[in-house]
């Protein structure tokens, strides 16, 4: 029985030294530290009670004993913070402290027995029996003891078993059951020795033993110490998140402990808990649970296919609602702002154009007539007519700067003339340099094609841009404007636009600062050019909205050249004809026509607008009918027939769109067709002072069927009536 005894001691040891490697080489956390302590422990104490079974003196086995207790008196200890940290109970660290110094007095007092009674109140060596042992009675601190180590069994094995009631999840109560087995084993042994039947074997050993194979099980079969699975399992208490399981009757199971810190806040039962989270599921709405705002979501759980409960997990989004909820307070801020900032424009751009409708008109129509105008008269109208063409200038920037930042801007592509645009572009400049002492230089090279497909309407912009500056900061000397082909593909051409000077320059430092809105370089040698910076913006914009980027090189007191690269489409097909594809004639490209037997209707609410209007058409030889008003305008066209109708947009007690809504309505109920088709095709032309989108997006739903802005001139006005007079009115001007 002896040799038996010491075989399974020595398979014991043998077991428990693979197993403490083990865990010590998978050891993660606090769970696997306990773990180790626990079976180091019991490795050293059954290793000491070895020796107490192979001792052959008194002072050996005494020896053997205190080497045992080195093990003994922290096996307790280790297993209980086990079973606590495997339950998930959180012990107190004054409770921890407390009680390993318990466990490490006891050992102090075994190691000092020889000289108190403290915890053995009498020892006598025995060799009689299987081997040696001493022969003790128990001292008050063993008694102590005892019932402490009581406790540990009672409470641990207490909670253990709750753990395996409550688990649903079938691996995890097997590996919860084995532990439990194995506390069993080691207890029901501990309680054996403790009444005194085994005499001097110490069967609390064979218990450890017992135990260490079913810790085996647990650790090997059912994954004790997988990392992942215990990270599965206790790593979501420390996640921000609330995590709810309910199981199928709908009560919850298990929250972690931020949804334990919920709870204590939203003082709901779990059934109230549970439709909550449902119904803000449903809808897609967060929670709001005192100052903090959830948002829920839910994950069905189940099990070889059979369904176990629900997952819901409350992710705290009070910062990001509380952010997006002042994004949302800014950006209203923002769009009103952008409301009134639009509103405000379309007000002064109508006011401001409005009056420059007169000056600008007023002035055309007194240089038709130059015999009657003596050199200095002549030369104050022209001033008047560029000064009042700058400051239409500036209200056109103004408004494409806004368009430009409202992300309303947009390039429109279509088939234009690139010689005759650029011309046109000369004329304007020529007009702009007057008697400077500056030539102007156009080129444009042969492999440029005639005919393109583009945004006309801001490349034109773009080189009276960057040509008007050029001439505002060069005092006599050229510019150049020159267009030349760099890349050729089928279908389409870089084109490479330059517009060079001699002007003053710019000086290396002053780079930075071009393109910034309503800024200009050189402040102080520049403080008397007229301009509000925002020419070279908006051109720098419209360059980049087609693909390009606006560069420059200059030097300093001799000159500066803005250019860029943009591609462009070539229309093919046309040759002779116009961009649209219609034929041109001569008189046509000169805009010089009339019109005797057409019949037009003109309607402004003031007088000058109208009687300008009428002088400026006077040529034509048309009838021109004016109104004052929208209800004056109905009236009229309701007992004429016109063959087109200019219409003012802002008129008191009915503006245009109004005017022209009612006109089109009056098509519905016309018993004769030819009136009803007559309200219905009129073309009706808006003039405003006012070219905001918002505004032309009025005239569109209103049936309005072009646009110009104030103030008129007369070649759009024409331009206007060669695109919607009928055909057969127009008649070359013979003179």
Known sequence: MYHILLIV??????FLLIEAAYIFAKSRTKLHMYLFFNCAATLVNNTGYLMEMLAESEEAYLRAVQMSYLGRVWIPFSLFLFVMT???????RKVYWGLGAIHGATYLLVLTTEWQNLYYSSRKYVTEGLFPYIETGNGPWHHAYTGLLLFYIVFGLYKLIRCVIKEKNQVSRWRLTYVVIAIVAESLCFLINATGITKNYDITVLGYSIGTIFMYVAIFRYGLLDTLQLAKEYVVDEVSEAIFAVNNEGEIEYCNKPAKAVFDVWKKDALSVVAAFERAIEKDEPIEIGDRIYSPEVQQLSQNGSPQGKVYVL???TDHYHYMRELQEQKEIAEAANASKSAFLSVVSHEIRTPMNAVVGMTDLLLREPESLNSKQEKYLKNIKNS????????????????????????????????????????????????????????????????LVG?????????????????????????????SCVEEEIGRRLLRFSVRDSGQGIRPEDLHKLGNA????????????????????????????????????????KGSEFYFTIWQGVASGIEVTSASGVSKQAWQEEEQFRAPDARILIVDDTPLNLMITEELLAPIGMTVDTASSGEKAIELVGKNEYHAIFMDYMMPYMDGVEATTKIRAMAVGQTDESRSDYFRSVPIIALSGDDSELTKEKFLRAGIDDFTEKPVEIKRLKKLL?????????????K
């Open 86 to 92: 495997l339950c998930k109970v959180k012990i107190d």
């Open 455 to 483: 945004d006309s309407l801001r490349i034109r912009q773009i080189l009276i841009n960057l040509m008007n500056n050029a001439v505002k900061f060069t005092e006599e000397g050229y510019v150049k404007l020159g267009i």
């Open 9 to 14: 001691q020595y398979i014991s040891i043998l």
């Open 518 to 557: 309503f800024t200009q370089v050189d402040t102080k040698k520049n403080h008397s050019k007229e301009g509000t910076g925002l020419g070279l913006s908006i051109s720098r914009d419209f360059i980049s909205m087609m693909g390009g980027q606006l560069c420059v090189q200059s030097e300093y007191g």
């Open 315 to 317: 992710v705290d989004d």
């Open 722 to 734: 060669i695109k919607w007079l009928p055909k057969q009115l127009i008649v070359p001007d013979e």
């Open 388 to 451: 009042g063409a700058a400051l239409v200038m500036i209200v056109n920037d103004i408004l494409d700067q806004s368009k430009i930042e409202a992300g309303k801007m947009e390039i429109v592509e279509d088939a234009y003339e690139l010689r005759p645009m650029a011309e046109d572009v000369k004329m304007i400049i020529e007009n702009r340099i007057g008697s400077k002492p500056i030539h102007l230089i156009y080129e444009i090279e042969d492999d440029v094609p005639q005919y």
